[in-house]
């Protein structure tokens, strides 16, 4: 069974006499409605038949319904839970010269926000549900939407401020990949400095147009 009953069949959990029911209780009870509360509403009674049909073909072992940590033990550890989620945590190189940089704070929470795909650009604004008359960019003429990617990298004014830099812009590339591929390209100790202070400069062009 790929499904947790607690969420496939809510109507059902509401009436179980017992919220901490486990599934080898159902399969080895030989009536199942001895575990809710009657009478049940027609839609409990249709998930019923339905989570039946799966503990038929539900098969139960002695190792069924027992919790293990990621690390195969019974037993919880902190740092053992410290140390497997951090060894798997990929930062992109970017955020570390971010921090590293010779920059004003401000510049640097900015681009923070650019990192974090939390800069309030039209399309992060519609995923939030915020009703606008138009999400597309304004610096474009070919409508658009404006996504951080498109106004910091593909839009055409974006691309010609690169270009005046003599820096070329990967038409597939995202942020933290067009930094990489940035630094590579300016070859210079204080690359960073640059990249953002020119997002700055495409942002307030933005919103110059837009206020």
């Known amino acids: 069974m790929n499904k947790v009953p607690m969420h496939s069949f809510p109507e059902l959990f509401s009436f179980v006499k017992s919220k901490t029911t486990i599934l080898a209780a159902g399969k080895e009870c030989e009536n199942l409605l001895d575990l809710f509360h009657l009478p049940l509403s027609q839609q409990a009674f249709h998930q019923l038949t339905i989570l039946d049909s799966d503990l038929q073909q539900l098969a139960v072992n002695e190792n069924s319904d027992q919790w293990t940590c990621i690390w195969n033990s019974k037993s919880f550890s902190v740092a053992k839970a410290y140390k497997h989620l951090s060894r798997h945590n990929i930062i992109p190189p970017s955020f570390r010269w971010l921090w ?18 939390r800069l309030s650009t039209r399309e992060l604004l519609k995923r939030k549900n915020m009703e606008l008359q138009d999400y597309n960019c304004v610096l474009c003429i070919n409508p658009m939407e404006e996504s951080l990617n498109h106004l910091l990298l593909h839009c055409p004014f974006a691309i010609s401020c690169w270009n005046w830099l003599q820096i070329q812009v990967n038409p597939d590339s995202n ?8 630094k590579a390209q300016l070859q210079v100790p204080f690359f960073m400095e640059i990249i953002i202070l020119m997002c700055w400069t495409i942002w307030k062009a933005r919103n110059g147009l837009i206020f």
């Open 175 to 182: 942020v933290p990949q067009a930094m990489e591929s940035f």
């Open 100 to 117: 590293h940089s010779s920059i004003q704070n401000k510049h640097k929470v900015f681009f923070w926000l650019i990192l974090k795909d």
